[in-house]
Nanobody, 123 residues
Framework: QVQLVESGGGLVQAGGSLRLSCVAS????????MGWFRQAPGKERELVAT????????YYADSVKGRFTISRDNAKNTVYLQMNSLKPEDTAVYFC????????????????WGQGTQVTVSA
C-alpha cells in the first residue's frame, strides 16, 4: 500500500532551520506532484510548496518564498522541505501529499497523505 512518512519536525527558535523529510513507498511516483501542506490550530490547511517528481519544477506559497526549499532524491524516494529563517507563524503540523492532478494548489486534489509532523517555532 502507498505510504508517505514524514519526519524532521520539532521545536526551534525563530530564525532557526529545520529540514523535513517525506519517504514515499508503495508505488511509482514518477508521474506525481508532491506537495507540502501545513495546518495550524483553528486554521485551514494551506499549501506550502510542490515539486513535480519527474522534472523537478517547483511552486512556493508567497509566505515561504525565499525561506523554504523543496527538493527530491529519486534514489531514496524522498522529498525534502528545507525551512530557513523560521517564524512563529510557521508553527503548524506539516503534511506531505501526492497527486497526479494538474490542480496542484488544491489540497482536495491530493490522493495520498502522510500523518504529519509538528513544527513549533518559538519567539
Amino acid at each position: 500500500q502507498v505510504q508517505l512518512v514524514e519526519s524532521g519536525g520539532g521545536l526551534v527558535q525563530a530564525g532557526g532551520s529545520l529540514r523535513l523529510s517525506c519517504v514515499a513507498s508503495g508505488r511509482t511516483f514518477a508521474l506525481y506532484t508532491m506537495g507540502w501542506f501545513r495546518q495550524a490550530p483553528g486554521k485551514e490547511r494551506e499549501l506550502v510548496a510542490t515539486i513535480r517528481w519527474s522534472i523537478g519544477n517547483t511552486y512556493y506559497a508567497d509566505s515561504v518564498k525565499g525561506r523554504f526549499t523543496i527538493s527530491r532524491d529519486n534514489a531514496k524516494n524522498t522529498v525534502y522541505l528545507q525551512m530557513n529563517s523560521l517564524k512563529p507563524e510557521d508553527t503548524a503540523v506539516y503534511f506531505c501529499a501526492a497527486t497526479r492532478s494538474v490542480f496542484i494548489t488544491t489540497h482536495s486534489a491530493y490522493e495520498y497523505w502522510g500523518q504529519g509532523t509538528q513544527v513549533t517555532v518559538s519567539a
